[in-house]
T-cell receptor, first 117, second 112 residues
């Protein structure tokens, strides 16, 4: 079974540009979440999509947006890039729960390293 | 407001000894806790989890302890191996499968 795939792995953009990152979840997983990792900040939750709907959103400005397609693949977009947006962007997918209270975990991709210059 | 905190940015132990990584949380709605391990240039990989109805969960060399009254959990690795050297993240969720809130991570170094 293929894991979570994120593309591209590395990206260099200039301040003011916009960028789109892609995530393909594990087959059968319908929940996709995005996280930003910066040094000393851990992983900060961006948003979660489930069945093409944003189910949850973290405390990030409106420049950060996302969407999910009918095949569960997800994209996140950052517009008007700032130097502080340089980070590792991680996508995670989760399997559907078979019953309430079932224990599961999120499976992460390798991330996209974004550098804004 | 950091709802999940890992107060030790780094920890160094000798091979064969016990590694204890700590995590504190403030949100009493958190009901499910996980530990992830992360190597450089890779995504986090799941290690072990615990739900709030338990106070201990074991998986091989890894044991997670949960103290709900103190809002504290810890990960014990016994015996520690050099391959365990990585950044360990504590995460919490209100229910299994819901959004994860992560701590800042602890860099564990196991010296041969």
């Amino acid at each position: 079974k293929a894991g979570v795939t994120q593309t591209p792995r590395y990206l260099i953009k200039t301040r003011g540009q916009q960028v789109t990152l892609s995530c393909s979840p594990i087959s059968g997983h319908r929940s996709v979440s995005w996280y930003q990792q910066t040094p000393g900040q851990g992983l900060q939750f961006l948003f979660e999509y489930f069945s093409e709907t944003q189910r949850n959103k973290g405390n990030f400005p409106g420049r950060f947006s996302g969407r999910q397609f009918s095949n569960s693949r997800s994209e996140m977009n950052v517009s008007t890039l700032e130097l502080g947006d340089s980070a590792l962007y991680l996508c995670a997918s989760s399997p559907p729960l078979q019953w309430a209270g079932e224990e599961t975990e999120a499976f992460f991709g390798q991330g996209t390293r974004l550098t804004v210059v | 407001d950091q709802q999940v905190k890992q107060n030790s940015p780094s920890l160094s132990v000798q091979e064969g000894r016990i590694s204890i990584l700590n995590c504190d949380y403030t949100n009493s709605m958190f009901d499910y806790f996980l530990w992830y391990k992360k190597y450089p240039a890779e995504g986090p990989t799941f290690l072990i989890s615990i739900s709030s109805i338990k106070d201990k969960n074991e998986d091989g060399r890894f044991t997670v302890f949960l103290n709900k009254s103190a809002k504290h959990l810890s990960l014990h690795i016994v015996p520690s191996q050099p391959g365990d050297s990585a950044v360990y993240f504590c995460a919490a969720a209100e229910t299994s499968g819901s959004r994860l809130t992560f701590g800042e991570g602890t860099q564990l170094t196991v010296n041969p």
